[in-house]
């Protein structure tokens, strides 16, 4: 597709269960972003890909959540052991290079997708 | 900690310019200023960028002051589609990779 797309749209689940959200970026883009909104709030930078170098994990709330990306393709992020406060909007976003150039490169979002967790 | 300070939320009417001002103290030599838009239920979409003095597109303008400390973001002649949170992204001072930092967005609100 022409834009980044994410799935599900939504996930509902139950405390303490283990969730899996996928990003499609656009193709060519090297660099894959997820980052987290809750209700009202702005975006909470997660962790950032840039074509095969490690991943910039500082921005991860804890060590249950990961993430992976099988070079310039799809990334998954996982939440093990989801909490109520686990409950937001994932987005995922890409850009053509990365940050190198800091604010420099567009990123492009995907719609997101809806966590709730109960 | 935060690297941007916006104003939380603008009222405004319809045909009215808006602008909004983005503080960014710590911005680096080499980081350009990008101002993102987010209706709700959707993901941040760009807007407009630059580096210094003035940017103009279709959609609005970006002026930057010369010790690039700040920058506005301003929308003419706003409609009630201009209803949405801004986001003003600077890149992080010291050059770390991927950690941009998203300011916590103006909700604009536009009044027929």
């Known amino acids: 597709g022409a834009g980044v797309s994410q799935s599900p749209s939504n996930k509902v689940t139950e405390k303490g269960k283990d969730v899996e959200l996928r990003c499609d970026p656009i193709s060519g883009h090297t660099a894959l972003y997820w980052y987290r909104q809750r209700l009202g709030q702005g975006l909470e930078f997660l962790i950032y890909?840039?074509?095969?170098?490690?991943?910039?994990k500082s921005g991860l709330p804890s060590d249950r959540f990961s993430a992976e990306r099988t070079g310039e393709s799809v990334s998954t992020l996982t939440i093990q052991r989801t909490q109520q406060e686990d409950s937001a909007v994932y987005l995922c976003?890409?850009?053509?290079?990365?940050?190198?150039?800091?604010?420099?490169?567009?990123?492009?979002f995907g719609p997101g997708t809806r966590l709730l967790v109960l | 900690l935060a690297k941007t300070t916006q104003p939380i939320s603008m009222d405004s009417y319809e045909g009215q310019e808006v602008n909004i001002t983005c503080s960014h103290n710590n911005i680096a030599t080499n980081d350009y200023i990008t101002w993102y838009q987010q209706f709700p239920s959707q993901g941040p979409r760009f807007i407009i960028q630059?580096?210094?003095t003035k940017v103009t597109n279709e959609v609005a303008s970006l002026f930057i002051p010369a010790d690039r400390k700040s920058s506005t973001l301003s929308l003419p002649r706003v409609s009630l589609s201009d209803t949405a949170v801004y986001y003003c992204?600077?890149?992080?001072?010291?050059?770390?990779?991927?950690?941009?930092?998203f300011g916590k967005g103006t909700k604009l609100s536009v009044k027929p």
């Open positions: 976003a890409s850009s053509r290079l990365g940050t190198s150039g800091g604010a420099r490169e567009t990123q492009y």
């Open positions: 630059g580096y210094k």
């Open positions: 890909f840039q074509g095969n170098s490690a991943p910039d």
């Open positions: 992204l600077v890149g992080e001072g010291g050059g770390s990779q991927g950690n941009l930092i």
